[in-house]
Every structure is written in structure tokens, then in C-alpha cells.
């Protein structure tokens, strides 16, 4: 049983293998290996049982890129996404087959504005209609698509956030979708940075400033990773030229509250100093942590638990060493709004130029060798 604790990145891996060839379905083996490892860990050490640490690394695999953990999906005559209102009846790959980026933000109107925003910009690269159309079947939540990206709302918190998350994840899988990337875009308060500075998350910091997320299933407290893609990141990075205000990678606090949770004073209640608030913001930037937000922890686990790529740039709303309001004149919170989308649209544009570019080459040197082979075959 030691021995299996201290390899358990290894026997999970393994199982999946030998489940795998006993199943036939990646989904089921790795959830068959993945919940045997959970148990004997569990049933050796009983003070363990209620906290179990998720070995994301172990969905590395590529071969098990598109699949998805949850073995109980193949089970269903038709999955419904309840808060999208589309289900598995519906013709999704016809639909959503082509998506790339899932581009997601707390406000409707924001998701719309950038709609509009990838309806004008992306134009001249792939097919997209003159106007966004909000898609989503329920008054829940906006869903636009534009060519090869969803823009939707998640409100604001985790659990929210969570909601959506796992129905577009799994609506993408439905509808075949080739290693999407799931890309945050928000707003949030910053750590010793100006505010309108842009941060792109390297990893996700929990209130216990640990970069984990906590969920809790079936009473037990389950512990997983959550960072960020890292090269993503740096990709986002490299295309921002503006030189009016920075864009800087850190660690961004994700809570489960605005107020206290954020260590504010001018929430309803306060039961801390103004001195404990300072040295609590102050541990934040010791640890790199450039800015406090509510859905950075659970956007990095659940996409990693799934094995997607997950980026996210927020801007800073205030300095939280200077103070806890929210106070910027209408036309400047608008602007700074609009600075997370107009850099991820670079991204965007970016990602799909360069695909572009490389069909053409591609198709090119395909004509190529077809032409040179006829001429070839005319010789002889
Ligand atoms: C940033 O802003 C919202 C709170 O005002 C919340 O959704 C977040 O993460
Ligand atoms: N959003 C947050 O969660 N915190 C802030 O301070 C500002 C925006």
C-alpha cells in the first residue's frame, strides 16, 4: 500500500492502461483506475478519507485528449444541457463542430460587445455573419458564435461559472470539437499594479493561498491543480503592443466572495483591522499574486480535470493597496473593459492567421508536387 501511495502518478496511469484493454474506453478505464487509486489510498490511511489529491498530470495523455472522465455519458440516450437548452438531439457537430476558442466573461452585454467586436474583426479571415445572434436556448446565460468562436456569460462566482463550464465542455465534445481553448476574460482588483493593467494568469491562488481548487464530492474534500497554460500565456503575452498601459503574467486570488472574501473593508460586515487587511494583501504580493478575482480557480481545474487549455486575462479595476472602491468615471471602467477583449481578439486573430497561412502553404505544395508529377509522367 506504500509503495502504491508514493507511485500513484504511475499506477493510475497504468490502470488506465490495463483497464483501457479490459474496457475498450478510455473514459471508463481511467475512471475505473482513477477511483481505485482513490479508494486504496482512502481505505489505508482513514484521515485521509476526506481529503484526496487529484493527480492531474496523470490526463496528460494525448490519446486521451478528447475523451472525457465521466463514464457514466456513454450511458445516456440523450444529454441534456440544461442551461444552454441545446441537447445531444440536437445536430451539434453541424453546429459547433468548427469551434476553437471559448471566449467567456461574467457580463451578457461584455459577451455581446465582443460578439460584435469578432463579427467585424475576424471577417476578412473566416466566414462570419454581419451581426451576433444570441444563441442560448434559455434566459440563463448568452451564447454568440462567431466562425470558430463561442463567446458566453458565466455571471459571477464559481458556481456559476462551474455550471457553464461543464455544459460547454461537454457540448464541444458532443459536437467533436479539436482541442478547444477556454479562454477567460474579466475584470478584477489588482496588487500593486495600476488599475487598467492587464493580467495574464500563469495560476490560480485558493483563499488558503494555495494554487489548488477545493470542490466537494460526495462530502469528501477533493484537491485539484490550477494553473494556467503556461505557453498560452506567453503567446497572449507577445501580442500585446499597446503602450498606454501593461500587460504583465502573474498569479491571480481566485474567491468565493467580493467583500470578505477579498479581504475588503466596506463589505456589510467587518471583523478585521485595517492593519490585518494590509498584511493579508501584502502575503498576496509576496507570493506574485497580481490580482483578486471570483472564478480563477475553478476555470483552471475543471480545465485541467478535463484535460482542455485554459487562459485568462482580467483587467484591474483599483489598486487594493490603495484602497477597496470601485470608483472610475463611466467612459474609463468602459474602456478598461474593453482591454481584456481587444488583446484576446489579437490572440484570436493571431491563432487563426497563422492556421491560415499554413493550409495555404500546405495546399500550395500539394499543387506543386501534383503539377511536378505530371510533368514527370508527360516526360516519360
Ligand atoms: C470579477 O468581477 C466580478 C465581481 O465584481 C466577479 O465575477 C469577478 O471575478
Ligand atoms: N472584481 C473583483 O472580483 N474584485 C475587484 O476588486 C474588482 C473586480
Known amino acids: 500500500m506504500y509503495w502504491c501511495e508514493q507511485n500513484a502518478k504511475h499506477i493510475v496511469r497504468d490502470l488506465s492502461y490495463v483497464t483501457c484493454r479490459i474496457y475498450g474506453s478510455v473514459t471508463t478505464s481511467l475512471w475505473v483506475a482513477t477511483t481505485l487509486h482513490w479508494h486504496l489510498i482512502c481505505s489505508k490511511n482513514p484521515t485521509r478519507t476526506r481529503e484526496y489529491t487529484y493527480d492531474v498530470s496523470i490526463r496528460k495523455e494525448e490519446d486521451m485528449a478528447q475523451s472525457l472522465p465521466n463514464p ?18 440536437d445536430d451539434l457537430k453541424t453546429l459547433f463542430g468548427d469551434v476553437k476558442f471559448v471566449c467567456m466573461g461574467g457580463s451578457a452585454t461584455r459577451m455581446e460587445e465582443l460578439a460584435r467586436m469578432l463579427c467585424d474583426e475576424l471577417s476578412d479571415i473566416v466566414p462570419v455573419k454581419s451581426k451576433p445572434e444570441n444563441i442560448c436556448k434559455t434566459d440563463r446565460f448568452v451564447m454568440y458564435k462567431v466562425g470558430p468562436v463561442l463567446a458566453a456569460n458565466h455571471h459571477m462566482g464559481m458556481p456559476s461559472l462551474s455550471i457553464i463550464l461543464h455544459e460547454l465542455i461537454k457540448l ?27 493580467v495574464i494568469a500563469d495560476k490560480a491562488y485558493d483563499e488558503h493561498l494555495k494554487s489548488q481548487h477545493q470542490d466537494v464530492v460526495l462530502g469528501k474534500v477533493r484537491v485539484t491543480d490550477a494553473t494556467f497554460d503556461q505557453k498560452v500565456a506567453e503567446e497572449i503575452l507577445s501580442l500585446h503592443t499597446e503602450t498606454s498601459y501593461d500587460a504583465i503574467i ?23 483591522t ?3 487587511k494590509r498584511a493579508y494583501l501584502l502575503e498576496l504580493q509576496k ?55 481587444t488583446l484576446m481578439i489579437k490572440f484570436i486573430k493571431h491563432r487563426l492567421t497563422q492556421s491560415r497561412d499554413a493550409t495555404r502553404k500546405r495546399t500550395q505544395t500539394l499543387d506543386t508536387n501534383v503539377s511536378d508529377s505530371s510533368k514527370v509522367k508527360k516526360t516519360v
Do not use: W
Open 72 to 89: 457514466h455519458l456513454e450511458h445516456l440516450k440523450k444529454d441534456n444541457l440544461y442551461h444552454l437548452g441545446f441537447s445531444t438531439d
Open 172 to 198: 464541444l465534445y458532443y459536437a467533436g470539437c479539436e482541442a478547444p481553448l477556454f479562454i477567460r476574460i474579466g475584470t478584477s482588483g489588482g496588487i500593486g499594479v495600476p488599475p487598467g493593467t492587464l
Open 250 to 272: 502573474g498569479s491571480t486570488l481566485g474567491t468565493q466572495d467580493f467583500y470578505e472574501g477579498q479581504g475588503r473593508l466596506d463589505g456589510a460586515i467587518c471583523e478585521y
Open 274 to 276: 485595517e492593519e490585518d
Open 287 to 341: 507570493l506574485e499574486i497580481k490580482n483578486i478575482e471570483m472564478e480563477a480557480t475553478k476555470i483552471a481545474s475543471l480545465c485541467q480535470r478535463t484535460n482542455r487549455q485554459a487562459a485568462m486575462v482580467c483587467v484591474t479595476l483599483v489598486d487594493r493597496l490603495a484602497g477597496d472602491q470601485v470608483d472610475l468615471p463611466k467612459e474609463t471602467y468602459a474602456e478598461y473593459q474593453l482591454r481584456p477583449l
